[in-house]
DNA sequence: TTTAATTTTAAAATCATTGTAATTTACATT
DNA sequence: AATGTAAATTACAATGATTTTAAAATTAAA
């Protein structure tokens, strides 16, 4: 579903329709990119120069309390946004900080997830952590 | 392996070994819960009153490079701390934030991704994204 | 034991995110 | 089409987790 497909949906459950929230969706659901909200920001403002990032982090928090966003967090970075869960998952070097995509189909575990849990599942991330390839050589970590 | 191995160890690599850090990795391998580094904070004070949050921090992330620990973040809180992951993972409610444990054998994958990507992988984290029973009975976010 | 380098401490700084108050907007109802 | 009102936006202040700094203390190694 396209962005003003999900925000009249979310319009019968009381979330207004602003101009700002459908540029934002917009962006999220056309990025390949995990953006973080300061880049969101940046993006908006080229339509809307008046924009805040208050605003950009009213409608993430919208967004995501509605199951259409999931917020990727790492301990010492922002967190990325990801409008459209891709087929990958990432590795994460615990000594450069370096986030690396690994293409590989989705596990298919959500629906087990469900019917044991009660949830209604939306997705699932998954992270490995590791020492990357040049940490390992440079600095002799293994 | 104990805190003193481990610690040990790690001074080949130039790592010092001092008290603080002994206290800190050693709760962090008897614990079973994920502790913030405010709670590891906290009980290191009983043994060492005079030890700062600094060192909290500087210690975790040391063991975080040494690929001893996983930082586990999510967007709204601290950042926890395992120091022994456990056959279990997480799910997170979009709508209310709460994060419950999802007993389950871990899944066979890291040499999977060891072989194809070149990091040494040290452990995986995988977290289930969705509304809780509650949020649907309550909010009828469906 | 001496020395140099690292760690600790305590306090200040940083930065992502959230809260606030005033203004504006969306939209249901006239 | 005009109006009322609740919600969203804006600009800015506040929060809080984490990092940095500088000086003092401690550690490892010669």
Same mark, same amino acid.
């Given at each position: 579903?396209?962005?003003?497909?999900?925000?009249?949906?979310?319009?019968?459950?009381?979330?207004?329709?602003?101009?700002?929230?459908?540029?934002?969706?917009?962006?999220?659901?056309e990025?390949?990119? /995990?953006?973080?909200?300061?880049? @969101?920001?940046?993006? *908006?403002?080229?339509?809307?120069?008046?924009?805040? #990032? +208050?605003?950009?982090?009213?409608?993430?928090?919208?967004?995501?309390?509605?199951?259409?966003?999931?917020?990727?967090?790492?301990?010492d970075?922002?967190?990325?946004?990801?409008?459209n869960?891709?087929?990958?998952?990432?590795?994460?070097?615990?000594?450069?900080?370096?986030?690396?995509?690994? /293409?590989?189909?989705?596990?298919? @575990?959500?629906?087990? *997830?469900?019917?044991?849990?009660?949830?209604?599942? #939306? +997705?699932?991330?998954?992270?490995?952590?590791?020492?990357?390839?040049?940490?390992?050589?440079?600095?002799?970590?293994?």
């Amino acid at each position: 579903m396209d962005a003003i497909g999900i925000l009249k949906q979310l319009k019968d459950k009381g979330v207004r329709f602003t101009p700002q929230r459908q540029a934002i969706l917009e962006f999220l659901l056309e990025t390949e990119s /995990h953006p973080t909200a300061d880049e @969101i920001y940046h993006h *908006v403002k080229a339509k809307f120069p008046g924009v805040s #990032l +208050g605003t950009i982090y009213n409608t993430l928090n919208m967004l995501k309390e509605h199951g259409h966003l999931l917020e990727l967090s790492y301990g010492d970075m922002s967190s990325r946004f990801d409008g459209n869960p891709k087929n990958h998952y990432h590795i994460v070097c615990s000594h450069c900080g370096r986030v690396v995509d690994y /293409h590989r189909p989705l596990i298919d @575990i959500d629906q087990e *997830v469900m019917d044991n849990s009660g949830f209604k599942i #939306l +997705g699932h991330r998954m992270e490995f952590y590791g020492i990357c390839p040049e940490c390992r050589k440079g600095e002799r970590l293994n």
